[in-house]
């Protein structure tokens, strides 16, 4: 993670900006103290006060915390993941990769689940990956020509809900015709729901490479180009070309939801390293 170390850089600041009034206190004064002013730059070098409060600013403790604790942000476990992803896809039906992102699911019931998502030329791909096993244990492939509608917008409940969830979230619908069945909306397990929704990673503040690829309004619109470009060249007959883009409340149709409350306290729809066991 030097990356992250690198934000400890306005201490360097601080110093070239200390280091450079002393040289201009060195043209003021008289040559007879000339040397005292050369003597200066190391002093300051070597105080330890103010790094030790830019490094305390910047690192800070629920920043040490994520670093620790998700697999996603151990050195070199990123890369491997998008090589072990990029392997996967199907040229001949997905094409070339656009983007590659790394974001939270949330599933009707409002459980978080991490995700490696990529947008192709033909397809949205949504892979469920072990970071810990270094292992893509599922591929949700989505044609882009069927993308009809992209909505985003903050998170809702119905009135009566004790769940509660903060920030923003991306859902994209690719079958605005089909609404999902009275057994599937009950089912935690269902998996036959026409929409996917889509929030930022916890790690997304960490540094600014983390901050692009949990980007979910970039997302929302290079996919939204992805798409347009697909309808235009590959149109479903019987089926409305384009994309609707909406700028609304994400509805989940969730009343108590303990299961997610207990799960998304703990992240255990995160790879994070758990006391002795890897989850």
Excluded at 23 to 32: F, G, S, V
Excluded at 41 to 68: G, H, L, W, Y
Excluded at 134 to 160: A, M, T, W
Excluded at 234 to 240: F, I, L
Aim: proline share 6%.
């Amino acid at each position: 993670m030097a990356e992250v170390k690198e934000e400890a850089v306005p201490g360097e600041e601080q110093q070239k900006q200390l280091s450079h009034t002393s040289e201009r206190a060195e043209d003021t004064q008289p040559a007879a103290r000339s040397e005292d002013a050369e003597e200066r730059p190391p002093e300051v070098t070597a105080a330890p006060s103010i790094p030790q409060n830019d490094a305390s600013s910047v690192v800070s403790p629920v920043n040490q915390f994520r670093m620790k604790r998700f697999f996603v942000l151990r050195p070199g476990t990123l890369n491997q993941a998008l090589k072990d992803i990029e392997a996967l896809v199907d040229k001949e039906v997905d094409g070339s990769i656009h983007s590659i992102w790394l974001m939270a699911e949330v599933d009707h019931w409002n459980n978080e689940k991490e995700r490696l998502v990529l947008i192709t030329d033909s397809s949205l791909l949504v892979c469920k990956y072990d970071f810990v096993m270094f292992n893509c244990e599922q591929v949700q492939r989505i044609p882009l020509n069927f993308v009809d509608r992209i909505s985003y917008g903050s998170f809702s409940f119905p009135k009566h809900s004790i769940l509660q969830r903060e920030g923003e979230g991306v859902r994209v619908f690719w079958d605005r015709l089909r609404e999902p069945s009275f057994t599937s909306r009950w089912n935690p397990f269902a998996t036959d729901f026409p929409f996917i929704t889509f929030t930022y990673h916890p790690v997304r503040n960490i540094n600014d490479k983390f901050t692009s690829l949990c980007d979910i309004q970039k997302f929302r619109e290079q996919l939204k180009e992805a798409a347009q470009k697909v309808h235009a060249m590959k149109p479903v007959p019987g089926k409305a070309n384009g994309v609707l883009v909406l700028n609304q409340n994400i509805h989940i149709e969730a009343y108590v939801g303990l299961m997610s409350f207990l799960g998304n306290q703990n992240k255990l729809g995160y790879c994070m390293a758990r006391g002795n066991i890897g989850f």
